[in-house]
């Protein structure tokens, strides 16, 4: 519904959006809406944890949302506060750079993965969070949603720190091959008893660790060079095109048409 809303159906300059469950306030528009009017964001994101009613959150959902910024900001290396608030303010323009697909809860997990991603300009603004009116019942499941949401963040990490994404299973491989490999020596030495086929367990383990870590630190290399590659092809294209008129338009005036090498912008000097 939001996708569909905004790219096809909005015909705004700025979007303001909010869970329609009265847990937000409608007064903190005009903050949220400020950062884009001054144009010093793109993106607004209301952070609940500033102004939070003491019953407008469970224990459980409140240790969920540290967990889960904490992750985004290491993985993504960006700290929006409040990455699975409902209550977001963004313009038109950068919302169609987002690459989103999400379904459900994991839409404002992705928009936050995808500003961080696309460089939005992005900003957090203290809000007013309220429990929930009487008679409201919540979508929200904590644990299956939870799982969508932490999947959710951990599956666009690799493409924005392959690192962490291939490291931590390369990580986790190496441990456990490891321990297998402890037990087997240990067992070995100590009893004499040999484990042929835990030993194979182990090593497989702990090579294939080795490897997705290794293709960790290359994927990280690859995304560095696409990203500063992508950064010089868009200041190519932000200054081509005026060079490129202005050539067009001197020589229509002169009444010369544009030669091959007259006129038009070559590739840039390698």
């Given at each position: 519904?939001?996708?569909e809303?905004?790219?096809?159906?909005?015909?705004?300059?700025?979007v303001?959006m909010?869970?329609?469950?009265?847990?937000?306030?409608?007064s903190?528009?005009d903050?949220m809406?400020?950062?884009?009017?001054?144009?010093?964001a793109?993106?607004?994101?209301?952070?609940?944890?500033?102004?939070?009613?003491?019953?407008a959150?469970?224990g459980l959902?409140?240790?969920?949302n540290?967990?889960?910024?904490?992750?985004?900001?290491?993985?993504?290396?960006?700290?929006?506060?409040?990455?699975?608030?409902g209550y977001?303010?963004?313009?038109?323009?950068?919302?169609?750079?987002?690459?989103?697909s999400?379904?459900?809860?994991?839409?404002?997990?992705e928009?936050?993965v995808e500003?961080?991603r696309?460089?939005?300009?992005?900003t957090v603004?203290?809000i007013t969070y309220?429990?929930?009116?009487?008679?409201?019942?919540t979508?929200?499941h904590?644990v299956?949603?939870?799982g969508?949401?932490?999947?959710?963040?951990?599956r666009?990490?690799?493409?924005?720190?392959?690192?962490?994404?291939?490291g931590?299973?390369?990580?986790?491989s190496?441990?456990?091959?490891?321990?297998?490999?402890?037990?087997?020596a240990?067992?070995?030495?100590?009893n004499?008893?040999?484990?042929?086929?835990?030993?194979?367990?182990a090593?497989v383990?702990?090579?294939?660790?080795?490897?997705?870590?290794?293709?960790?630190?290359?994927?990280?290399?690859?995304?560095t060079?696409h990203?500063?590659?992508?950064?010089?092809?868009?200041?190519?294209?932000?200054?081509?095109?005026?060079?490129?008129?202005t050539s067009s338009?001197?020589?229509?005036?002169?009444?010369v048409?544009?030669?091959?090498?007259?006129?038009c912008?070559?590739?840039?000097?390698?």
């Amino acid at each position: 519904a939001i996708r569909e809303a905004v790219r096809e159906h909005v015909d705004a300059e700025f979007v303001l959006m909010a869970d329609a469950d009265g847990t937000y306030r409608a007064s903190d528009a005009d903050a949220m809406l400020e950062p884009l009017r001054s144009g010093t964001a793109e993106h607004v994101i209301g952070d609940r944890f500033a102004d939070m009613h003491d019953d407008a959150m469970t224990g459980l959902n409140r240790v969920g949302n540290t967990i889960f910024n904490s992750l985004f900001s290491l993985i993504h290396r960006e700290d929006f506060g409040d990455i699975l608030s409902g209550y977001r303010a963004f313009t038109v323009d950068s919302f169609k750079r987002l690459r989103l697909s999400a379904d459900g809860f994991g839409i404002e997990t992705e928009l936050a993965v995808e500003c961080a991603r696309h460089g939005v300009r992005t900003t957090v603004v203290p809000i007013t969070y309220l429990p929930r009116p009487d008679g409201s019942n919540t979508n929200l499941h904590p644990v299956r949603d939870g799982g969508i949401i932490l999947m959710a963040i951990y599956r666009q990490a690799k493409t924005s720190n392959p690192l962490f994404y291939f490291g931590s299973a390369g990580v986790a491989s190496g441990l456990a091959g490891g321990l297998v490999a402890a037990y087997v020596a240990y067992d070995w030495f100590a009893n004499g008893i040999s484990h042929n086929v835990l030993a194979i367990v182990a090593g497989v383990g702990v090579i294939l660790g080795v490897q997705l870590l290794i293709f960790g630190v290359l994927s990280d290399l690859l995304v560095t060079l696409h990203g500063e590659t992508l950064d010089r092809v868009e200041a190519l294209e932000r200054e081509m095109p005026a060079g490129a008129d202005t050539s067009s338009e001197e020589a229509t005036e002169k009444g010369v048409t544009p030669t091959k090498d007259e006129g038009c912008v070559g590739p840039p000097e390698q």
